[in-house]
Nanobody, 115 residues
Framework: QVQLVESGGGLVQPGGSLRLSCAAS????????MGWYRQAPGKQRELVAN???????NYADSVKGRFTISRDNAKNAVYLQMNSLRPEDSAVYYC?????????WGQGTQVTVSS
């Protein structure tokens, strides 16, 4: 059974930083494309960043230069370092894994950027 468990969300002031973590189990992590998506109230879920098995990365234009995605294959974990956070970054952040054509989702973690 595939499980993706996110942690690290919370309330932060504008300009602050957070680091999200996602622990994966039940999948061939090394060959999976891992990603972070987010969904704000009333909006569609959108890709924030993803990282391939070769560690190639892809970012949404809105987070380039502020967010960094990384993975630790030894720990079956993927991370999202978020710096210079803005109120518009507030959303539920979901961990995503794509492996052999199947997609899996975590339960999400809330990030709120507010003063």
């Amino acid at each position: 059974q595939v499980q993706l468990v996110e942690s690290g969300g919370g309330l932060v002031q504008p300009g602050g930083s957070l680091r999200l973590s996602c622990a994966a189990s039940g999948i061939m992590f090394r060959v999976s494309v891992m990603g972070w998506y987010r969904q704000a109230p009333g909006k569609q879920r959108e890709l924030v960043a993803n990282i391939g098995s070769s560690r190639s990365t892809n970012y949404a234009d809105s987070v380039k230069g502020r967010f960094t995605i990384s993975r630790d294959n030894a720990k079956n974990a993927v991370y999202l370092q978020m710096n210079s956070l803005r109120p518009e970054d507030s959303a539920v952040y979901y961990c995503n894994a794509v492996n052999v054509g199947s997609a899996y989702w975590g339960q999400g973690t809330q990030v709120t950027v507010s003063s």
